[in-house]
């Protein structure tokens, strides 16, 4: 079982809501339940929010690290 969604972008720079909204699509495209698809949207775009904020800046996939991955992770209540 693949733990990881693969998300083409072409080497194009999107937003976070235009990476949100592709992945979106994707778990739709694979059957997911609407309830799995709306719970996993959340959390992406909590952490999205999240990351502009820590960071400053929009997110962008060139500029995601581990380490900013790992910082929301242990940052959580």
């Known amino acids: 079982m ?3 969604t ?3 972008t072409d080497d194009q720079e999107f937003n976070s809501e235009g990476l949100v909204d592709q992945w979106k699509r994707y778990l739709q495209e694979q059957d997911h339940s609407p309830g799995t698809v ?3 949207t959340q959390a992406v775009t909590h952490f999205c929010l999240w990351y502009e904020q820590e960071e400053r ?3 962008r996939l060139s500029h995601l ?3 900013a991955l790992i910082g929301r992770v ?3 209540s």
Request: no cysteine; net charge positive; hydrophobic share 30%.
């Open 2 to 4: 693949q733990r990881i």
């Open 65 to 67: 690290t581990p380490i």
């Open 6 to 8: 693969p998300l083409k």
């Open 57 to 59: 800046m929009p997110l």
């Open 38 to 40: 709306e719970k996993y």
């Open 74 to 76: 242990s940052g959580q």
